[in-house]
């Protein structure tokens, strides 16, 4: 069993930076993909980026990709995405998830069965 807890949302203006965090604890030894999603209201959960627990390959949705950077520390169990130059549109609750097979899209929700309880970022025009 994997545990995921998010941090660092918050509310910013557009063009500026913030850096959200994944620290997981449990059975993280398991691990094979770390992952985060958004989800806006009225919307369903979208995919955001991925990072590969074997080599550390990263992932990106279009959206985000050249402004979002996601990272991981092997040390501390913990995964991180740098958002830089949000936009309004970038508003929405972020989760992270865990994957501890290898079955499924890293863009796929159903690729994960363990997910934080979410972070808020708002991003004002």
């Known amino acids: 069993q994997v545990h995921l807890v998010e941090s660092g949302g918050g509310l910013v203006q557009a063009g500026n930076s913030l850096r959200l965090s994944c620290a997981a604890s449990?059975?993280?030894?398991?691990?094979?993909?770390m992952g985060w999603f958004r989800q806006a209201p009225g919307k369903e959960r979208e995919f955001v980026a991925a990072i590969r627990w074997s080599d550390s390959d990263t992932f990106y949705a279009d959206s985000v990709k050249g402004r979002f950077t996601i990272a991981r520390n092997n040390a501390e169990n913990t995964m991180y995405l740098q958002m830089n130059s949000l936009k309004p549109e970038d508003t929405a609750v972020y989760y992270c998830?865990?994957?501890?097979?290898?079955?499924?899209?890293?863009?796929?929700?159903?690729?994960?069965?363990?997910w934080g309880q979410g972070t808020q970022v708002t991003v004002s025009s």
């Open positions: 449990g059975g993280t030894s398991s691990m094979t993909a």
């Open positions: 998830g865990a994957s501890d097979n290898y079955g499924g899209a890293y863009f796929s929700t159903h690729r994960y069965n363990y």
